[in-house]
């Protein structure tokens, strides 16, 4: 069974037709796959490494401490912030902050 890699709906078979050979097709997102090259495409998937981007929720962000910085999109001068460990524990903490203006919400971090 496979699924759709953009939208995660199941993908219905679709026979071969005189346009196109058997193949997987998304039924709520124009994404298609056709059964040849997938076993490829697969293959090449496998081989590349995704690299590993740190996972920040809005629930963090509101979790941690405040501090005094303006918001570089509205210019609210108060966000909370977050340490995050981006490449190795050599390296410091990259600090991520969260604009504390509702209406704006913008995350960024620190150069
Ligand atoms: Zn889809
Ligand atoms: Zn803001």
């Given at each position: ?21 058997s ?13 040849e ?75």
């Amino acid at each position: 069974m496979e699924f759709c890699p953009s939208c995660g709906n199941m993908l219905g078979y679709e026979k071969p037709n005189l346009g196109h050979p058997s193949r997987l097709c998304c039924p709520t997102c124009p994404y298609v796959c056709n059964i040849e090259s997938m076993v490829k495409i697969k293959r090449k998937q496998a081989l590349v490494r995704k690299k590993i981007e740190p996972v920040i929720t809005l629930d963090d962000m509101n979790n941690g401490p405040k501090t005094e910085v303006p918001c570089p999109r509205c210019s609210h001068g108060e966000a909370t912030f977050t340490q995050v460990q981006i490449r190795s524990a050599d390296e410091p903490a990259t600090i991520f902050y969260s604009c504390l203006n509702d209406k704006c919400n913008h995350i960024w971090r620190e150069d």
